[in-house]
Each structure stands twice: as C-alpha cells, then as structure tokens.
C-alpha cells in the first residue's frame, strides 16, 4: 500500500477487493471503493454518505444498474485487477490529501477523488444519489474542522 494511506484507507482498498470478488469479478473499480467507503463505516467519507442518507444498499443499487451497462479495461493493482479509474482515483486521492494540507490520505480524499473521476461508475453512481464535489468537499471540511 502506498505510505501516506491511513489504516482505514488500507482496509477500505482490502474490503474493496473483497466486494469485487463478492460480485465475482476478476478487477476492482470505483464502484468497488465506493462501496468499501460506506461498508467501513467510520471514516469521514463514510459519515458524509451517512449525513446525505445514503446507505449502502442504495449505492449498491445504482452500482448494479450502472455496471449492468458497461464494463471498464483493466490494469493490475495489487492483488486484483483495477480499471484505469480506480487508479487515477487512488492518485487523486493523493492530491486531494495534499491540497487539504492532510499528511494521510483518508477516505475522505478517496471519496472526493471518485467524484472528481469524470465518467467511471462511481462519481455517476453519487451524482444520481445528489452528490456534487462541491458539496461533499464541504461536509467533509465541515467535519474534519470539528
């Protein structure tokens, strides 16, 4: 994993693999760490979900429906297969954490990255549930300067 992930964005990336394996797919995407996000629970970015009401079986939902639609190339990332987005998504994760001044990138850079990652399944899948990058960046500054 890379060195500036938190715990919590380690095991979100591990419980990512293991949803993609739920859905019996051989790579990871967005939709996967989305999902992981809101499973985890405890991270800022899955509090930020939670205040909008957006629950895990929702997400689920929409994901389903999207990815019934279209599937994403693959490349390889650790373990499993990531498409081309999960890895800009991780990269942008990285960014975000800088640009918020955070030595660590936590899930709530994992979940701004995803909306700022134009067309994958995820920013699409939040943007259909209300969700802007403008919005969520600001319930998660917000709640990290409590």
């Not at 389903?64 to 990531?82: M, Q």
């Amino acid at each position: 994993m890379h060195t500036r992930f938190t715990k919590r964005v380690e095991n979100v990336v591990q419980l990512a693999c293991t949803i993609a394996r739920e859905y019996e797919l051989d790579y990871v995407g967005t939709e996967h760490i989305l999902l992981a996000i809101r499973r985890e629970g405890t991270g800022v970015g899955s509090h930020v979900l939670e205040d909008r009401g957006i629950t895990e079986a929702q997400l689920k939902a929409e994901i389903d429906r999207r990815t019934k639609e279209s599937l994403e190339d693959t490349w390889v990332f650790g373990r499993l297969p990531g498409t081309p987005n999960f890895r800009a998504v991780v990269t942008e994760a990285i960014g975000q954490a800088e640009r918020m001044g955070s030595e660590s990138v936590c899930t709530e850079h994992l979940l701004l990255a995803l909306l700022k990652e134009e067309g994958c399944v995820a920013s699409e899948t939040l943007k259909t549930l209300g969700c802007t990058f403008d919005g969520i960046r600001t319930a998660v500054v917000e709640r990290t300067s409590k």
